[in-house]
């Protein structure tokens, strides 16, 4: 075993550079004898032509030879040289199949060894990545040999005069080289596919090592027999135990000086970061004139968590790192050192964001709304739960230092679970009171106080009731190490989703702030870039996507590890989900699928720019016609909406000729049954090239008139003189009738009535009607305003004036004033006169 071990580690470290380069050998050893020399270069056509052979005299009279001279039969060609290959080509195909062998041959030993597989894993995902390279530098030698023997042109046929000697030589070589590399390639194609194999097999051990070791069976720690190997074996521990202490007693005498300005030189740093940090937080927890509300604090706790944990941190770090310059963190003392020190890591980090998150002192800053004593109570016992944790995994490498029984570690892991399960019992049992007052972080309502169920909230102990009974029952029936992966996992786990919640409150504190709508980022852009609160919305949701995308990218290979897989498989799920996996013919990239994504929204914010660009620059009024400017400003639009998706769809991965192919399959049932959409956005296009209508134009349609005020590719918003908005689907504005007042331009006519009674001179009304209509301004002088008289009865004489104005939509304003002229002039000239009222009847 030990001896394969080292045979594999000699060929797993020799050096890739050229592994895989040409490995044309396996391919070309079925080639045998004929590529064992090198071949010779090419010899000009003057030295390899070999001139027809004489004819040799008949027998026949010399008559009928020179009628019927034979023909002069053409050289055979000449054998070409074999392809040789160099020992650097050979030497590294060797070495793959032996490489791959081996492993396989060790995948069978190592089944029993985790640190191995790991090990062997790492050699072949070498073979993996070498096959690769190689595969891709044989590649573009293959395509071109391919293009120089098609520069030679096809093999002629039989039918044809035989290929020149030189040609066929040279084609026959290329031919050869072509099929080397081809075989190279295949063989590299087989060494990948191999080495995958490979990888698959050690993960689906490494599973069930791991499982068989976590469902391990052991005597139950309840038994006596236990117990009493337990007790019997202490006095060769508790030996074992004064010797290593002695031992490094020894050595810490010796260095008893420097050991004691070691922790001199600990206790001055810790006291030089803990106060001033201490003192820091005092000053920022002083409860403010206001009640922060929940974003505060969460941005408050950002900072706070790490302050709490470097003092001990650093601490411990520089204790660690002076015992091991003094030499005294020899083995066996190495193992405990580290688990210690991890351990202290764990303890400050956990400490730091439970107190951050409770704040038994400081309720105006607490994120959880629990009371004063509910905080206090359960941050006690979570600081516990991690203490235990810390604590058994230290006794674990002491327990290896020792060398003690099996007996022993089983006690060990059994009464460390006891510890788990009741810490946990009275996390469940102490009532989770809820905060009362203006200190509440939830939306500022203030509650009530009451009395409290032990059992609620229900949702968060019922699994915790059901994960404790399990950690209990698993011990007492022998399955310790379930029990412990458990419990561990209830600190681990619990860590990992405290950090990743209060970061997510910190994103969310970034991106929404408070209700009133302040928040960081926003006010950043608003203050940066001038946007409006539309687009800072869209931005802020797009950031707090992706910051909660890459948090949770962050927090879930750090939960796989704590539950037992291996950094190797997650990094492989991960790049298979993010750089693409295979399904069926079509390669899947998640990657570039939210690549293209966010290719697609920054695109479609930048065509929002520039819309804005044109719309306060370019095609403000009155430089550009208000419907020029619309059409322009709605082309723009759709045009960079279709640009975006073109590309982001291009750039995710996905064959636009695939969805052509589908678009044109559904073009069939748009046809049927969404032809009136499909309709109305044809007629919206009509429209926007075409522009019959226009924004801000008079149009009548039906029974409704108004003005135009938008044109999208489905419907017209009409706004009627009533403020009403009439939506009309384009279809009936391209099929139906449409009067458009301001078509071409605001020239339009108005029609004024004006019935009389019966005048004596009906040409001096109508001069009264022209010269009022002359004198308005918005009555434009070419074609002139006409008046004429229509119908006359013996009680009422009905003129008429007719006007044409350089603004019709101002119509109404213009009739009316015209009106109220016309009446003064009448009065003036005693033709029109208010008959006073008759007189009242006693």
Do not use: C
């Amino acid at each position: 075993m030990r001896h394969t071990n080292e045979t594999s580690a000699r060929i797993w470290s020799a050096p890739y550079a050229w592994l895989l380069t040409l490995t044309l050998a396996l391919s070309l050893s079925l080639a045998a004898p004929a590529l064992s020399q090198q071949p010779a270069p090419a010899a000009t056509p003057s030295a390899t032509t070999t001139a027809p052979p004489a004819a040799t005299p008949p027998a026949t009279p010399p008559a009928a030879a020179v009628a019927t001279p034979p023909a002069a039969t053409p050289a055979p060609a000449p054998t070409p040289a074999p392809v040789v290959l160099s020992p650097d080509i050979l030497d590294p195909v060797t070495r793959l199949s032996k490489s791959v062998e081996t492993a396989e041959k060790s995948i069978q030993q190592l089944k029993e060894l985790e640190g191995e597989l790991s090990r062997v894993r790492t050699d072949v995902e070498r073979i993996i990545y070498d096959s690769t390279a190689t595969a891709e530098q044989l590649r573009p030698q293959l395509e071109e040999v391919k293009r120089q023997i098609e520069k030679l042109g096809p093999t002629p046929s039989k039918d044809l005069p035989a290929e020149n000697a030189t040609i066929l030589a040279e084609r026959t070589r290329l031919n050869q080289q072509a099929a080397a590399l081809d075989g190279a390639i295949k063989t590299t194609e087989l060494a990948w596919v191999r080495a995958k194999q490979l990888i698959d097999r050690i993960t689906v051990i490494r599973y069930q090592l791991f499982t068989r070791n976590l469902l391990e069976k052991r005597d139950s720690p309840v038994l006596p027999a236990v117990w009493r190997d337990v007790t019997g074996r202490w006095d060769s521990i508790k030996g074992r135990m004064q010797y290593y202490g002695g031992d490094w007693m020894t050595w810490a005498r010796r260095q008893s000086g420097m050991l004691s300005l070691l922790l001199l030189g600990v206790v001055a740093l810790f006291s030089l970061i803990s106060i001033p940090a201490h003192r820091l937080m005092q000053r920022s927890l002083v409860r403010p004139a206001h009640s922060p509300n929940f974003f505060e604090r969460v941005m408050k706790g950002v900072w706070m968590a790490p302050l709490l944990a470097i003092a001990p941190i650093a601490a411990a770090t520089a204790l660690y790192t002076g015992l091991d310059a003094l030499d005294l963190l020899f083995v066996p003392w190495s193992a405990p050192a580290n688990a210690a020190l991890q351990g202290v890591f764990v303890f400050a980090v956990a400490s730091g964001l439970l107190t951050v998150a409770l704040q038994p002192k400081h309720p105006a800053w607490r994120l959880f709304p629990v009371s004063d004593r509910t905080a206090a109570r359960v941050l006690w016992i979570l600081r516990a739960f991690v203490a235990v944790y810390v604590l058994d995994t230290i006794l674990l490498e002491f327990g290896r230092l020792l060398y003690v029984n099996l007996s022993v570690t089983v006690v060990q892991s059994f009464l460390t679970s006891l510890l788990f399960v009741g810490l946990l019992v009275a996390l469940l049992l102490t009532p989770f009171e809820p905060q009362v007052g203006p200190d509440r972080p939830v939306n500022g309502h203030v509650y009530v106080a009451g009395p409290v169920s032990r059992y609620t909230p229900v949702w968060i102990k019922a699994p915790l009731w059901l994960i404790a009974l399990t950690i209990l029952v698993s011990s007492l029936l022998g399955y310790i190490a379930l029990g412990r992966f458990i419990s561990h996992q209830l600190v681990l786990s619990g860590m990992v989703l405290a950090a990743t919640g209060v970061a997510y409150l910190a994103i969310r504190a970034a991106t929404r702030g408070r209700h009133d709508g302040s928040d960081i980022l926003g006010n950043a852009l608003a203050t940066k870039l001038g946007l409006d609160v539309p687009r800072r919305r869209q931005l802020t949701r797009l950031a707090e996507f992706t910051g909660t995308l890459l948090l949770l990218l962050t927090a879930l290979p750090l939960l796989l590890l704590q539950w037992g897989f291996s950094s190797a498989d997650i990094r492989d799920w991960f790049k298979a989900a993010i750089f693409g996996f295979e399904i069926g013919q079509f390669r899947i990239s998640l990657a570039r699928i939210l690549l293209g994504l966010l290719l697609f929204m920054a695109l479609i914010f930048t065509t929002r720019l520039i819309q804005k660009w044109l719309r306060d620059s370019v095609l403000a009024a009155p430089r550009v016609d208000p419907g020029i400017a619309n059409s322009v400003d709605t082309a723009v639009g759709y045009g960079g909406i279709g640009l975006a998706a073109l590309i982001s769809v291009s750039y995710a991965g996905f064959d636009i000729t695939s969805l052509a192919i589908v678009a044109g399959a559904l073009s069939v049932g748009i046809g049927f049954g969404l032809q009136s959409i499909v309709n109305n956005f044809v007629s919206g296009l009509i429209l926007l090239v075409e522009r019959p209508i226009k924004v801000g134009d008079w149009i009548v349609v039906g029974g409704d008139q108004g003005n135009v005020r938008r044109i999208s590719v489905r419907s017209t918003e009409i706004e009627t003189f009533d403020r009403a908005s009439l939506i009309v689907p384009n279809s009936e504005l391209i099929s139906g009738r449409v009067l458009n007042w301001t078509h071409r331009n605001h020239l339009g006519r108005i029609i004024i009535k004006l019935p009389l009674p019966p005048v004596e001179s009906a040409e001096q009304v109508l001069k009264i009607l022209v010269d009022a209509a002359l004198a308005h301004p918005d009555v434009v002088k070419t074609p002139p305003p006409a008046a004429g008289l229509d119908a006359f009865t013996t009680s009422q004489y009905d003129f008429s004036l007719r006007a044409t104005l350089d603004d019709v939509t101002q119509g109404g304003k213009v009739q009316s004033d015209l009106r109220l002229d016309i009446l003064k002039r009448l009065r003036d000239a005693g033709i029109f006169v208010v008959p006073p009222p008759p007189p009242a009847v006693l």
